[in-house]
């Protein structure tokens, strides 16, 4: 739920009650005209309804009873609950969804048995009647009181299509039943169709049921992320007492004890201990991450052997885990721009296959002779039957699901089903450097002493402790188990350096202008050597006496160790790649020439991000950005994709529709690979769909017949129409397991 300063609010409703995409279209439609509402989408795949209202217009409730008025319903409690609930309605209808299905199947048998092989036995028609009457009046009700609803309101789903088809095809073989002597009078038999009324119920709750556990699976990603989520605590109390309580009752400031093995429940800030933590669940990085005092841990990574205590800074809704699973969420539910197409043709779908079979029984009625009317009520019944339009409506969110599901799993958050649809047209990316191609952190590289003097070491490190320098700390990070000494009259010289005493004797830590200025002397040795480091684009900082140069300290912001491998990857795949950075020309042409890029610029403002980024667009090339500070969020968010660094700024995650959790730049390929992967499948699923009806409905109508006399079995009809569904999930699925 997000509230914005128009007073507006985007909320997120489970829809129950659909039954097909056109289910979904109509609930669509009743919420966008109400009063209030500024946007309205379901998404059939997910069974949720994302809606952005004027609170002070209109509330859940009344959309609620405008769902409700079509004959659908919306779930309206809590978010927190909202899961739950969902998953035990799920659950119950999945159950009675199978226990009907099997049912039927038993009952279908025996009419399929004597509608085949036995159809002159005595009392033969009558034994299919009690038989198929509980499978398509009882185990089949749900389709007539939905095709019910529809009508009411002057509107048509797949339930009405299935009514129809079985109600005819029912109704038909009762009345050859009652009325025989109809047709005996004018010589032709009196034939029933119990069987297929019978079986095309059975093989339509089949498919459903089928479909329901394949839908299930693309939705595994959630489930595993919110299976991450503890469900109690351990809380230090003062006087040191240990007390074990819900997740829900954790506020931020107490202090958590983790055990060997236990989840995090919180994200947090370590107190005391260390530990190994597996954050692969998060950043899919297989590599457990050291922990010690200060650094930051997250909800729903394990901690391995070590214990340690940490105090709670985010719980709830506030941690990266449960932002994780709403960005995965929100995602999963969004729409790609291809599917607004094939909503529209949704929409249209039931109507126009009402229209197509009453236009068969008509044309079969005027042109098919003695048989005109039963052989067309047949082809009318199997067009209802074999037109079906799950399929096109699964196409797309089933593989968006499931593509969104697995970029999660592999540490890539994808915001929107536009960014995984966009990310395939990549042909250009713009690289910040600091951060993305680099640490973006200083490290001492290099260290060179005039003499090994432990004393001069443990001098160096007291007067870097007391500096506020962004170098100065990378020093403090270098030096591990080197005592302090006790230093006085620490004095800062802006842009140059420090300068301090120690046992009566001056020392200085800066740059070679302070130096020069203070006429000391560098010994030719460090000279050489500090030349060497800075064609290297290093930076050099000097440590001296006062009289002498005791120390040449190299210094740069390293590449991460899978930038190159990650450049040359995308330049394999045709991308052209440019290099931005508001560092001098040095530094950026050496990173340059180590990570391979052809194209970079030094100096450059955030505001020259941005406009480099539209001159690209210019040129007709379709633009990521890839950065992770606040300098890089204009750039981000005018990029045709924007991708942020998960450990940048929380402003550049904001504006980014991507973010890799772990900042390794070789997931900016693999988000590539999945979006050329989802769009494939959308595309094949699609393909599948539109093959199906364009070829099953001429079919159906009995096209075939003066060219070989062939008629589809309504019955056949019924089993393809259940497969088209489940071939269109199943081929969704087949993304998890790609490469």
Same mark, same amino acid.
Request: glycine share 8%; charged share 20%; with cysteine.
């Given at each position: 739920m997000a509230i914005n300063d128009k007073n507006t609010i985007t909320q997120n409703f489970p829809v129950l009650g659909m039954t097909c995409a056109s289910c979904a279209s109509n609930a669509e439609s009743i919420v966008q005209h109400q009063e209030g509402v500024l946007s309205a989408s379901v998404n059939f795949a997910t069974g949720n309804l994302t809606v952005e209202y004027l609170l002070n217009i209109t509330d859940a409730v009344k959309l609620q009873? #405008?769902?409700q008025s079509v004959g659908y319903d919306l779930l309206v409690e809590d978010e927190t609950k909202q899961?739950?609930?969902? %998953?035990?309605?799920? *659950?119950k209808k999945f159950k009675?969804? !199978?226990?009907?299905?099997?049912?039927?199947?038993? /009952?279908?048998?025996?009419?399929?048995?004597?509608?085949?092989?036995f159809m002159n036995m005595p009392y033969a028609n009558l034994i299919m009647w009690a038989f198929s009457t509980p499978v398509v009046l009882w185990l089949g009700r749900g389709f007539f009181s939905g095709a019910w609803k529809q009508a009411k309101h002057g509107s048509a789903n797949?339930?009405?299509?299935?009514?129809? +088809?079985?109600?005819?095809?029912?109704?038909?073989?009762?009345?050859? $039943?009652?009325? @025989?002597?109809?047709?005996?009078?004018?010589?032709? *038999?009196?034939?029933?169709?119990?069987?297929?009324?019978?079986?095309?119920?059975?093989? $339509?709750?089949?498919?459903?049921l089928l479909e329901e556990k394949a839908k299930g699976?693309?939705?595994?990603?959630?489930?595993?992320?919110?299976?991450?989520?503890?469900?109690?605590?351990?809380? &230090?109390?003062?006087?040191?007492?240990?007390?074990?309580?819900?997740?829900?009752?954790?506020?931020?400031?107490?202090?958590?004890?983790?055990?060997?093995?236990?989840?995090?429940?919180?994200?947090?800030?370590?107190?005391?201990?260390?530990?190994?933590?597996? *954050?692969?669940?998060?950043? =899919?990085?297989?590599?457990p991450v050291l922990k010690k005092e200060n650094e930051k841990v997250f909800a729903g990574t394990i901690n391995q052997k070590g214990s340690f205590q940490f105090k709670a800074v985010k719980i709830g809704k506030e941690t990266m885990l449960a932002q994780i699973i709403k960005m995965v969420q929100d995602a999963q539910? +969004?729409?790609?721009?291809?599917?607004?197409?094939?909503?529209?043709?949704?929409?249209?779908?039931?109507?126009?296959?009402?229209?197509?079979?009453? &236009?068969?029984?008509?044309?079969?009625?005027?042109?098919?002779?003695?048989? =005109?009317?039963?052989?067309?009520?047949?082809?009318?019944?199997?067009?209802?039957?074999?037109?079906?339009?799950?399929?096109?409506?699964?196409?797309?969110?089933?593989?968006?699901?499931?593509?969104?599901?697995?970029?999660?799993?592999?540490?890539i958050l994808i915001k929107d089903a536009e960014s995984l649809e966009f990310a395939k047209k990549i042909n250009a990316i713009v690289l910040d450097k600091t951060g993305t191609i680099t640490e973006g952190r200083p490290q001492v590289t290099d260290m060179q002493w005039l003499d090994n003097d432990d004393t001069a070491k443990d001098?160096? &490190?007291?007067?870097?402790?007391?500096? %506020?320098?962004?170098?100065? *700390? #990378?020093?403090?990070?270098?030096?591990?188990?080197?005592?302090?000494?006790?230093?006085?009259?620490?004095?800062?010289?802006?842009? !140059?350096g420090v300068k301090a005493n120690y046992n009566n004797e001056t020392y200085f830590v800066g740059n070679k202008k302070l130096l020069a200025e203070n006429n000391i002397?560098?010994? !030719?040795?460090?000279?050489?050597?500090?030349?060497?480091? +800075?064609?290297?684009?290093?930076?050099?900082?000097?440590?001296?006496?006062?009289?002498?140069?005791?120390?040449?300290?190299?210094? @740069?912001?390293?590449?991460?160790?899978?930038?190159?491998?990650?450049?040359?990857?995308?330049?394999?795949?045709?991308?052209?790649?440019? /290099?931005?950075?508001?560092?001098?020309?040095?530094?950026?042409?050496?990173?340059?020439?180590?990570?391979?890029?052809?194209?970079?610029?030094?100096?450059?403002?955030?505001?020259?991000?941005?406009?480099?980024?539209?001159?690209?667009?210019k040129q007709g090339k379709t633009v990521a950005m890839v950065g992770d500070g606040i300098n890089d969020s204009a750039a981000l968010a005018i990029a045709d994709v924007s991708i942020a660094m998960g450990k940048g700024s929380d402003i550049a995650m904001d504006v980014a529709r991507m973010t890799i959790v772990s900042s390794d730049l070789c997931k900016v390929p693999q988000a590539i690979k999945l979006s050329k992967q989802t769009v494939a499948t959308i595309k094949q699923n699609l393909f599948w769909a539109f093959i199906y009806n364009l070829i099953g409905i001429p079919i159906a109508a009995g096209v075939l017949y003066p060219v070989n006399g062939f008629l589809l079995n309504p019955m056949i009809a019924g089993a393809a129409m259940a497969m088209s569904s489940v071939s269109v999930v199943s081929n969704s699925l087949r993304l998890k397991w790609k490469r």
């Open positions: 009873k #405008a769902v899961q739950e609930t969902i %998953e035990a309605i799920h *659950e009675q969804l !199978k226990t009907r299905t099997i049912w039927a199947i038993i /009952m279908s048998l025996p009419v399929v048995i004597l509608g085949m092989f797949m339930d009405t299509l299935v009514a129809l +088809s079985t109600g005819i095809a029912y109704l038909f073989s009762v009345f050859n $039943i009652l009325f @025989s002597d109809f047709w005996e009078a004018r010589g032709l *038999e009196a034939h029933v169709y119990f069987e297929a009324a019978a079986v095309i119920v059975a093989f $339509i709750l089949l498919g459903k699976n693309t939705s595994s990603a959630i489930k595993k992320l919110m299976g991450l989520q503890a469900k109690t605590v351990v809380v &230090l109390q003062s006087g040191g007492t240990e007390k074990q309580i819900a997740i829900e009752n954790v506020k931020v400031g107490d202090v958590i004890l983790v055990k060997p093995g236990e989840k995090i429940a919180v994200d947090g800030m370590v107190t005391s201990g260390t530990s190994y933590v597996d *954050e692969s669940m998060l950043s =899919g990085e297989p590599v539910g +969004s729409k790609a721009p291809v599917q607004k197409l094939v909503d529209k043709i949704a929409g249209i779908f039931v109507p126009t296959v009402i229209g197509i079979a009453t &236009l068969t029984f008509i044309l079969w009625f005027l042109l098919g002779g003695d048989n =005109g009317v039963v052989q067309g009520l047949l082809a009318a019944v199997t067009v209802l039957v074999i037109a079906c339009p799950c399929a096109l409506g699964l196409a797309t969110p089933t593989a968006i699901m499931v593509g969104v599901g697995k970029g999660a799993e592999n540490g001098i160096l &490190l007291s007067i870097e402790k007391q500096s %506020e320098h962004p170098l100065a *700390e #990378a020093v403090v990070k270098h030096f591990v188990g080197v005592s302090n000494k006790a230093i006085s009259n620490f004095y800062s010289i802006t842009g !140059k002397s560098i010994p !030719k040795p460090l000279l050489q050597q500090a030349e060497e480091w +800075s064609k290297l684009s290093k930076t050099v900082i000097w440590f001296s006496n006062s009289h002498q140069a005791l120390c040449a300290v190299a210094i @740069s912001d390293k590449i991460k160790e899978s930038s190159v491998q990650a450049i040359k990857e995308m330049q394999n795949m045709g991308i052209d790649l440019y /290099m931005l950075t508001g560092d001098n020309e040095a530094t950026a042409k050496a990173i340059a020439e180590q990570t391979g890029i052809k194209y970079y610029e030094a100096e450059v403002l955030p505001q020259h991000k941005a406009d480099f980024v539209k001159e690209l667009q």
